[in-house]
């Protein structure tokens, strides 16, 4: 593994509900509810990008500008830069930038889901399940019980 991956794997799972997996056989995505806030290049042969974040799009728009960042590909609608260049920017920085990219995906997520976040612990038992599904079954609520027959048949009864 890359010195960079091992500071950047090492700060996003850091972050409160985050998980990581594989996704497109060399990219390792980090997630919070199963939503991406950084991915990272596995395989540096593959692609020329080390990682890509999300970012706002003035910043974007700022990021772009600095040699050795670029549009994220496929990304770039969604304002996600690439580094092409980890030395671009200082770690602290770029720390700064995925801790951004964390909290703006957060804060997207449905409201019931970010309550959900909440009340869950953040031990790293729980880091290893994915937190965007339900992991437990709630108890069924009582249905009321049912007539047997229709307002219509006992209608035809009578008459």
């Not at 806030?37 to 990682?51: Q, R, Y």
Request: contains cysteine; hydrophobic residues 40%; proline residues 7%.
């Amino acid at each position: 593994m890359s010195s960079y991956l091992d500071w950047v794997r090492a700060f996003c799972l850091s972050l409160p509900h985050a998980t990581e997996g594989v996704q497109w056989e060399h990219d390792l995505l980090f997630r919070i509810a199963g939503k991406m806030f950084c991915v990272a290049n596995l395989e540096p042969g593959m692609s020329p990008t080390k990682i890509a974040f999300k970012c706002t799009p003035e910043k974007f728009a700022e990021l772009v500008e600095i040699e050795g960042i670029i549009p994220a590909p496929y990304m770039a609608r969604n304002h996600w830069v690439a580094m092409l260049d980890m030395n671009a920017l200082r770690q602290p920085d770029i720390k700064e930038l995925i801790q951004e990219s964390y909290q703006m995906i957060l804060e997207k997520l449905p409201k019931k889901i970010q309550a959900g976040l909440q009340t869950q612990p953040t031990t790293k038992a729980a880091r290893g399940k994915s937190v965007g599904k339900k992991s437990a079954k709630k108890p069924a609520k009582a249905k009321p019980a049912r007539a047997k027959h229709s307002v219509k048949a006992a209608k035809a009864k009578r008459s």
